[in-house]
């Protein structure tokens, strides 16, 4: 099992400290997010951050945690993913989601698609950025993107390594046609939580294991043989602050990675019996990575 962690706010502003730390404490890979700001945290550029991180280590995978496809054009994206891999000296992996905070785009006056139209968006995007990283070039015709990048025209840099396709899913359709694009998918097993453009955390709490199964199934459909990931908002801990979130989650699946750092850790691990290879954790409560780390990294 793979581990990966979320930067949390309150390293914010030193992407590149921060990478060097969770390198050295033998985290697998370390993650950018890409917000303009969530609650009171002001995010940094998603790209910035993760050539930051690239630049101040040697050997830890880094990894976009999804940039918005909302906020940028997948021709950006698709030059920016090129751009970090070679900063990484190829350890970069590209992950691109189909964005759901609502709030940040009403704020920067953008529109703020409704679900059909944002999945739709996302799968073209998708197309056009992977014939980008793969070849430097695009011609494509959709509902929502017109793209013609041909003859002497290349999206650089041109690399005789790419970085991976890495995209998230968590409903069906998303997963029947986003998965054949990618070389990893993540089953985001919370989505139905964010549909409505913003976290539902009583939507979050009825999270079965059933549905992380049957995701799983519908991935392993299309291709048996494709690497799958999961996202986990994880608080593990041993105090009030820690039982409080635990609590609600109920009996949720998602609870189980809430609580005792034993207990959470072990929960992490069994996520393998799912045929999960790689968990994304992102910190519900502060501290939770330093917690978990002496269980999964022994």
Known sequence: MEYFVNMPGSRFNEPGAWAREMEDAG??????????????????????????????????????????????????????????????????????GAGWAEAEMKAIGMPYPEPPERIGMYIEAMTIAGQIIKTNQCQFSGNYYQIDISGDNFVGP??????????????????????????????????????????????????????????????????????????????????????????????????NFMGHPADVAFALESLNDLGISRVQLTEFAAGSHDALAPALLA
């Open 27 to 96: 985290w697998h890979g370390v993650c950018a997010s890409d917000h303009f700001w969530v609650t009171d945290h002001p995010y940094p550029h998603v790209f910035v951050a993760a050539t930051q991180m690239a630049c101040s280590t040697s050997k830890i995978k880094i990894t976009s945690s999804f940039c918005n496809n909302l906020f940028r054009s997948p021709v950006e994206f698709a030059q920016g993913a090129l751009s970090v891999q070679q900063a990484a000296q190829g350890r970069f992996e590209a992950g691109l």
């Open 158 to 255: 041109r690399l005789a390594n790419p970085p991976a396709l890495v995209g998230s899913a968590g409903g069906p359709r998303g997963i029947r046609e986003i998965t054949p694009l990618v070389d990893r998918i993540e089953v985001k097993a919370s989505a139905r939580s964010t549909r409505g453009g913003a976290i539902d955390l009583g939507i979050m709490a009825t999270v079965t294991e059933d549905e992380v199964k049957r995701n799983i199934e519908r991935v392993r459909k299309i291709n048996n043989d494709i690497p799958i990931g999961i996202f986990i908002l994880t608080a593990a801990g041993d105090n009030k602050a820690v039982n409080s979130m635990k609590a609600m989650m109920g009996n949720g699946f998602l609870g």
